[in-house]
């Protein structure tokens, strides 16, 4: 385990409950709709949190990491889909 602390700052509501099954299983249905991986959180009351998340590839993890080139990338892509585009000659590179 990873000992990662998550500080909730969101609230939250009750949308269902549920019956952990005799093999200690809890099935989550539409709840979960979407999502394959859950990170667990725990705090000192028993309290648990399921975030979802997304996994990616390790040679492309600096990206998330490296916040001028999300940035750059981000921009790219706007100016992509509001057409601001050129064909670039890769010759000239």
């Known amino acids: 385990m990873r000992g990662n602390i998550l ?5 939250f509501k ?11 299983r809890l099935t989550l249905g539409e709840l979960m709709k979407g999502s394959k991986r859950v990170r ?3 705090n000192d009351a028993g309290e ?9 590839p390790a040679s492309e ?3 998330f990491r490296n916040e001028q080139a999300m940035e ?6 706007k100016d992509a889909s509001e057409g ?4 670039l000659n890769l010759k000239d590179l």
């Open 48 to 56: 648990l949190l399921l975030q979802p998340v997304v996994e990616i």
């Open 7 to 11: 500080k909730v700052k969101n609230e």
């Open 14 to 24: 009750e949308v269902d409950t549920r019956t952990i099954d005799d093999r200690n």
């Open 40 to 42: 667990l959180y725990k």
């Open 61 to 63: 993890a600096w990206l």
């Open 72 to 77: 750059n990338v981000k921009a790219g892509l």
């Open 84 to 87: 601001k585009i050129s064909k």
